[in-house]
């Protein structure tokens, strides 16, 4: 992965709104605004991550998705 961050950007974080544990994502986002307010948290449909697989064996599980690189270095690329 190829990391961009631009300093007029806030940090943000995405969690995923279809593949995990719905309640593991709550805790994680929720974490987060105690230990890192600064911190912008959204929740994405990017899927396919480690986690998935264990989402599907029963295990409680969630990701998080650095947005901010994601989002910059895939709107300069062309296919």
């Known amino acids: 992965m190829l ?9 943000q974080l995405g969690l995923p709104d279809l ?4 309640k ?4 994680v986002a929720n974490v987060l605004k105690i230990y890192a307010p600064e911190l ?4 994405t449909p990017a899927c ?5 697989s264990f989402h599907e ?3 409680p599980a969630t990701q998080g998705t650095i947005l901010m690189y994601y989002t910059r270095v ?3 690329l062309r296919f």
Do not use: W
Request: aromatic content about 12%; some cysteine.
């Open 3 to 11: 990391a961009y961050h631009s300093h007029s950007e806030p940090p």
């Open 19 to 22: 593949i995990g544990l719905p």
């Open 24 to 27: 593991a994502a709550y805790l």
């Open 40 to 43: 912008t948290v959204r929740y």
């Open 48 to 52: 396919c991550s480690d986690h998935q």
């Open 57 to 59: 064996q029963g295990f």
């Open 74 to 76: 895939m709107s300069h």
